[in-house]
């Protein structure tokens, strides 16, 4: 079984910056692909930022050099750092991972979310 828990969400002003964490756990061969989504209130969850195992990485438009996506395969662990925030930035913000549990077998797995408040 593969667990992913988010943290560093939070309330922060216009301009402010936060860094969500993302920690995987379980009986993990490797983790492909690791990305963050964002779904505001009200809308559909869409994807923010991506980055592969060999640290490629893709942004939506909508924060590209403003947010950036990093991963430490070690300790199984990824990162979104998110500055210059907007208040259309307001979302909660999973973890997803493409995880593989053997050589053959791969699975889809995503983090409870953490809030993100962009407000004055």
């Known amino acids: 079984q593969v667990q992913l828990v988010e943290s560093g969400g939070g309330l922060v002003q216009p301009g402010g910056s936060l860094r969500l964490s993302c920690a995987v756990s379980g009986s993990i061969f490797s983790i492909n692909v690791m990305d963050w989504y964002g779904q505001p209130p009200g809308k559909q969850r869409e994807l923010v930022a991506a980055?592969?195992?060999?640290?490629?990485?893709n942004y939506a438009d909508s924060v590209k050099g403003r947010f950036t996506i990093s991963r430490d395969n070690a300790k199984n662990m990824g990162y979104l750092q998110m500055n210059g925030l907007k208040p259309e930035d307001t979302a909660v913000y999973y973890c997803?991972?493409?995880?593989?549990?053997?050589?053959?077998?791969?699975?889809?797995?995503w983090g409870q979310g953490t809030p993100v408040t962009v407000s004055s």
């Open positions: 980055i592969t195992s060999g640290g490629s990485t």
């Open positions: 997803h991972a493409v995880v593989q549990l053997t050589s053959r077998s791969t699975v889809h797995s």
